[in-house]
């Protein structure tokens, strides 16, 4: 198995990612532990990690080959975080004066999303539920970092140009996502032109910040950085930090994600092009 890896990375890498959004969809469409107390998918997760655990001992790497080094991991960390703060700092600021220049009152809360026993959304502040969210996320981050940037991204780049496969990993990433506008879809919430709107949008979107975390583990050889600009996006800006109107809340929550992503991605693209004569990774 491992020499058919290393000979056909792009057939078995999708051969992986069928198997794992196949998990996906049994838990976004049959189990649904999102609609639960716990408000959050996790469980196809850590259905992945196991996979990818399985599929380093086949190549024989180690942790440290697909990303997760053991040195400097906190400063690298920290990078990423910083580079969230900075700039969902800046998308935030953009969302509150639009909504304040349109008269529409906003607030910032912070509290976290969940659903009552019918499915509707309800605001949770008790300190389980940020726990929660603290902890799915940071499963929901090492799984797709180690996977995607991780082990997809080593393995298609041993017979592809970095650039070639960095791309087939975002495309990935981004069909990734597709479940989530499928399920709103498949429910009734959306129609089919929002749901094709929604899955380009999704696919683009994604692959910027797959892309871009692929820059950042090429230049610097660790996963780190990428996992705290992952982790600020998902926890922070996603499910913690709240804009409400009177007309509700995080109206322009999609608006607040791009800015920060595009900025975020032109700033690491920069630094990557000024220097992509040295060798990092």
């Known amino acids: 198995m491992k020499k058919y ?3 056909k990375p792009i057939l078995s890498s999708i051969f992986i990612f069928i198997l794992c959004i196949a998990v996906r969809m049994i838990e976004y469409f ?8 716990i408000a959050e998918n996790f469980i ?14 086949i190549m024989n790497y180690k942790f ?5 080094t053991k040195s400097n991991w906190y400063k ?6 910083l580079l969230g703060l900075l700039c969902f700092g800046i998308s935030y600021f953009i969302e509150y004066l639009i909504l ?4 529409n009152s906003p607030n910032f809360e912070i509290y976290v999303n969940g659903f009552s026993l019918v499915g509707k959304e309800v605001k949770r502040t008790e300190l389980v539920f940020f726990l929660l969210c603290i902890v799915m996320n940071i499963i929901n981050v090492i799984m797709e970092e180690g996977m995607f940037r991780g082990f997809f991204l080593k393995i298609i780049n041993n017979k592809n140009t970095f650039f070639n496969a960095n791309l087939i990993v975002a495309l990935l990433f981004g069909i990734w996502h597709f479940v989530m506008p499928l399920k709103s879809y498949v429910y009734g919430e959306i129609n089919l032109v929002n749901l094709l709107v929604m899955t380009i949008g999704y696919i683009i979107l994604a692959g910027i910040m797959s892309i871009k975390w692929g820059l950042l583990y090429q230049m610097t050889g660790s996963l780190f950085i990428g996992i705290g ?3 600020f996006n ?3 800006a996603t499910n913690l930090i709240h804009i409400v109107t009177k007309s509700g809340a995080d109206e322009l929550q999609i608006i607040r994600i791009m800015i920060a992503q595009i900025l975020s991605f032109i700033i690491i693209y920069v630094i990557y092009r000024k220097n992509k004569n040295k060798i990092y990774h």
């Open 76 to 81: 690298y960390l920290s990078y990423g975080l």
């Open 30 to 37: 049959i189990i649904k532990t999102d609609e639960t107390f």
């Open 234 to 236: 998902n926890i922070i």
């Open 44 to 57: 196809h997760k850590l259905i992945a990690i196991i996979i990818l655990v399985i599929l380093i001992k």
């Open 229 to 231: 600009d992952h982790l």
């Open 64 to 68: 440290e080959d697909i990303g997760f």
């Open 5 to 7: 890896i290393l000979n």
């Open 100 to 103: 304040y220049l349109n008269s």
